[in-house]
């Protein structure tokens, strides 16, 4: 599985922006999908997953109730949705596609090259 990421940019604090993930290979269907980001000098760190069937997103407890992952199986793209963004969301943004639905970055099995997000105050 390839991946490649779109959308990131500079935004205002308490806006929106909407991060995508095209996925290239075969099965996409059949893996779970999902985002990371890491800021300069931390590490990379969960954000959001879904798994195959678009069935009970999970979120890290940063981005509840401002982050939405979703994704269409018949493009083969995963998408982030970011509301009510803070300067703290700053960070390079990676997508990962997983057998397993994964919370922990060392169990990915795949990632994309990053999309920076740049919150400013």
């Known amino acids: 599985v390839q991946l490649q990421a779109f959308g990131g940019g500079l935004v205002q604090a308490g806006g929106s922006l909407t991060l995508s993930c095209a996925a290239s290979?075969?099965?996409?269907?059949?893996?779970?999908m999902g985002w990371f980001r890491q800021a300069p000098g931390k590490d990379r760190i969960f954000v959001a997953a879904?798994?195959?069937?678009?069935?009970?997103?999970n979120y890290a407890d940063s981005v509840k109730g401002r982050f939405t992952i979703s994704r269409d199986n018949a493009k083969n793209t995963v998408y982030l949705q970011m509301n009510t963004l803070k300067p703290e969301d700053t960070a390079v943004y990676y997508c990962?596609?997983?057998?397993?639905?994964?919370?922990?970055?060392?169990?990915?099995?795949?990632w994309g090259k990053g999309t920076q997000v740049t919150v400013s105050s």
């Open positions: 990962e596609a997983d057998t397993v639905l994964t919370t922990s970055a060392i169990r990915v099995d795949y």
């Open positions: 290979g075969r099965a996409f269907s059949s893996y779970a």
């Open positions: 879904i798994g195959w069937g678009s069935n009970m997103p």
